[in-house]
């Protein structure tokens, strides 16, 4: 299958901060990525849709000035959490499909796991 | 936009016994619906899937069956087993690669 890196794996920081998260797809180029976010024993809420050379297209409720979307070539995509917060502690994972033209599977980066304290 | 509900919540079997876990769907125009397994820390990894021209789809222990009309899908795990505890995810793809995930399904296989 496919390779999709995340990076960090865990970040600690603290409360106003920014924290810059990179989604990197290793063998394929990948002109859409996926970010979701997983809160404890719960689903994968999709919170926008990263779009190589063009704006991110956000999901309902999310704050696109919150959350910003970089994806700057067809390999990378970043989100960076801006002005952190207690309650942005949560699990942040990406994806990237490899295929074009036919919906298949989506492979997952191994998610960050943030926490602001 | 599309909803996928996903049931039950959590689901405890003898390890040997079947397993089924169900979804719907709202969008119609959903045509590709892949199941995930997560266990705990780790990423959600494809177990099966299957797409809207196809009713049924096998790969050893695992099925995945498909009603379009009624916007019903289904997986199924026979002979389960203690390395299949783990968290499942139903999913419909809304088209352009979006995902919809389920809630989730806990699944505990009792030795």
């Known amino acids: 299958g496919a390779v999709v890196s995340q990076h960090p794996s865990r970040v600690i920081c603290k409360s106003g901060t920014s924290v810059k998260i990179e989604c990197r797809s290793l063998?394929?180029?990948?002109?859409?990525m996926f970010w979701y976010r997983q809160f404890p024993k719960q689903s994968l809420m999709l919170m926008a849709t990263?779009?190589?050379?063009?704006?991110?297209?956000?999901e309902q409720g999310v704050e696109k000035d919150k959350f910003l979307i970089n994806h700057a070539s067809l390999t990378l995509s970043t989100l960076t959490v801006t002005s952190a917060h207690p309650e942005d502690s949560s699990f942040y994972i990406c994806s990237a499909s490899r295929d074009r033209g036919l919906r298949g599977e989506a492979f997952f980066g191994q998610g960050t796991r943030l926490t602001v304290v | 936009g599309e909803n996928v509900e996903q049931h039950p919540s959590t689901l405890s079997v003898q390890e040997g016994d079947s397993a089924v876990i169900k979804c719907t769907y709202s969008d119609s125009a959903s045509n590709y619906f892949p199941w995930y397994k997560q266990e705990l820390g780790k990423r959600p990894q494809l177990i099966i899937d299957i797409r809207s021209n196809v009713g049924e789809k096998k790969d050893q222990r695992i099925a995945v069956t498909l009603n379009k009309t009624a916007k019903h899908f289904s997986l199924h795990i026979t002979e389960t087993q203690p390395e299949d505890s783990a968290v499942y995810f139903c999913?419909?793809?809304?088209?352009?690669?979006?995902?919809?995930f389920g809630a989730g399904t806990r699944l505990f296989v009792k030795a």
């Open positions: 999913a419909a793809d809304t088209g352009g690669f979006k995902t919809i």
């Open positions: 063998d394929f180029q990948a002109t859409t």
């Open positions: 990263s779009n190589e050379g063009s704006k991110a297209t956000y």
